[in-house]
Nanobody
Framework: VQLQACGGGLVQAGGSLRLSCAAS????????MGWFRQAPGEEREFVAA????????YYADSVKGRFTISRDNAKNTVYLQMNSLKPEDMAVYYC???????????????WGQGTLVTVSS
């Protein structure tokens, strides 16, 4: 599976962005999809995950209530809607795919390239 993330950019605090991650191949629905982020000087951290058909989602406490993960299996795409952005949300965001459901584990099968989200205060 190849993953291509996009949608990052510069936004003011309190604003919104939607990230997208398109996957190659015909087996998209076989994968749990997730988003991670890495801020400068920090370790990569889990943000959100969604199950194979979208019936279950899981969020880091830091984004719960502000971010929403969704997927469209017909389009082989997973989204991350980010609202009420804060300066501490600024990071490179990565999408990831895994066949199993272990959302907060750092060991996912496939990773996309990152997309940078910058939040100005």
């Amino acid at each position: 599976v190849q993953l291509q993330a996009c949608g990052g950019g510069l936004v003011q605090a309190g604003g919104s962005l939607r990230l997208s991650c398109a996957a190659s191949g015909r087996t998209f629905s076989s994968y749990v999809m997730g988003w991670f982020r890495q801020a400068p000087g920090e370790e990569r951290e889990f943000v959100a995950a969604i199950s194979w058909r979208g019936g279950s989602t899981y969020y880091a406490d830091s984004v719960k209530g502000r971010f929403t993960i969704s997927r469209d299996n017909a389009k082989n795409t997973v989204y991350l809607q980010m609202n009420s952005l804060k300066p501490e949300d600024m990071a490179v965001y990565y999408c990831a795919a895994d066949r199993g459901w272990s959302p907060s584990s750092p060991k996912w099968d496939y990773w996309g390239q990152g997309t940078l989200v910058t939040v100005s205060s």
